[in-house]
């Protein structure tokens, strides 16, 4: 399953809340950005613009090129994760980045 960049994104605002010992009404407040949109937001449910990633990292005080660079690492991780094949049972490998395309089963009829 592919990682959303905005999932990650949230992954790492949440960190740095909890980091600090925050509640997610105090960081809406000093950000001024709804509490449920900001929470939409940490859980990678809302694509956040720039301004709004840089006011939420205002009100963190980490600076958005932080966020941003853990979040490239993360993404790099997972990708990584991701594309390494897997070894079955029978001793062969599953490379999950590999896209196979089946084509459906076609009836057909016989009169």
């Known amino acids: 399953m592919t990682t959303l ?3 990650v994104i ?3 605002l949440r960190q740095a809340r909890l980091s600090q010992g925050r509640t997610l009404r105090e960081v809406s407040d000093d950000a001024r950005v709804s509490l449920g949109y900001l929470s ?3 859980r990678g449910r809302k ?3 720039s301004e709004l990633l840089s006011a939420i990292c205002g009100a ?3 600076p958005l090129s932080r966020v941003l660079t853990d979040a490239g690492e993360t993404m790099e ?3 990584r ?3 390494r094949p897997v070894a079955t049972a029978s001793g ?3 490379d999950y980045s590999t896209r196979v395309v089946i084509p459906q089963a076609v009836s057909m009829a016989v009169a």
């Open 40 to 42: 939409e937001v940490e």
């Open 92 to 94: 062969a490998t599953i």
């Open 60 to 62: 963190l005080e980490v």
């Open 10 to 12: 949230g992954d790492v």
């Open 5 to 7: 960049l905005r999932e």
């Open 81 to 83: 994760v991701a594309a």
């Open 47 to 49: 694509e956040a613009s």
């Open 77 to 79: 991780r997972r990708e």
